[in-house]
């Protein structure tokens, strides 16, 4: 079955520290690849997408994710956290060949200690 | 563009109303999701159309849940009978093509008492 996976309902950093979130994929297809933050009492924002171009994506506000088709990965880093980076953060899939339906991870609440 | 529009804001209905939530996507866009968002299930897919036509509704919880969409510009979702755990923040998002990102409205937050 296609599912997508967020390890980690919770991750706490200091400022300054690296940020990395997980998310892993299951599929036998080629998925498109997403990560969205949330803030509180908002919508759902896009932070940056993998569509098989290059397998290194960079994002807004200094996150980058990689894609790795071994390891079925699509985790999430920014090398030195902000404390406006506080935020809920979901993966996303997209399955080729899956008329589009678009489905999210758990999420991964990011606590950003001074 | 003024990106997804969903209306209302904020709903308190009591138990066993009808409730109907309302969503405006982005012009031009062919699909257009419903998602429901609680602290318990985080965020579930409920429904979603593809040039106006239901593709997967598997997500849908009951009967009492319908949504509809009868043109490109506009989509409701309808609980009726409502019920308490029905609370939730419900999200509509939009996209064009199967690989493109999906962009989120602003959510109702539904409370059902």
């Known amino acids: 079955a296609q599912s997508v996976t967020q390890l980690g309902s919770h991750v706490s950093v200091s400022e300054g520290a690296l940020v990395l979130l997980r998310c892993n994929y299951s599929s036998s297809v080629p998925p498109y690849l997403f990560w969205y933050v949330q803030y509180p009492n908002q919508g759902l924002q896009l932070l940056l997408k993998?569509?098989?171009?290059?397998?290194l994506v960079k994002g807004i506000n200094g996150f980058e994710a990689e894609f790795k088709k071994s390891e079925t990965s699509f985790h999430l880093t920014k090398p030195s956290a902000h404390m406006s980076d506080a935020a809920e953060y979901f993966c996303a899939v997209s399955f080729s060949g899956n008329t589009g339906k678009l489905i999210f991870g758990q999420g991964t609440t990011l606590q950003v200690k001074p | 563009d003024a990106g997804v529009i969903q209306s209302p804001r904020h709903e308190v209905t009591e138990m066993g109303q009808e409730v109907t939530l309302r969503c405006k996507p982005i012009s031009g866009h062919d699909y257009l999701f419903w998602y429901r968002q609680t602290m318990m299930r985080g965020l579930e897919l409920l429904i979603y159309f593809n040039n106006n036509v239901p593709i997967d509704d598997s997500g849908m919880p009951e009967d009492r849940f319908s949504a509809k969409m009868p043109n490109a510009s506009f989509s409701t979702l309808k609980i009726q009978p409502s019920e308490p755990r029905d609370s939730a923040v419900y999200f509509c998002?939009?996209?064009?093509?199967?690989?493109?990102?999906?962009?989120f409205g602003q959510g109702t937050r539904l409370t059902v008492v």
């Open positions: 998002a939009s996209k064009r093509g199967q690989a493109s990102e999906a962009f």
């Open positions: 993998y569509t098989s171009a290059a397998t």
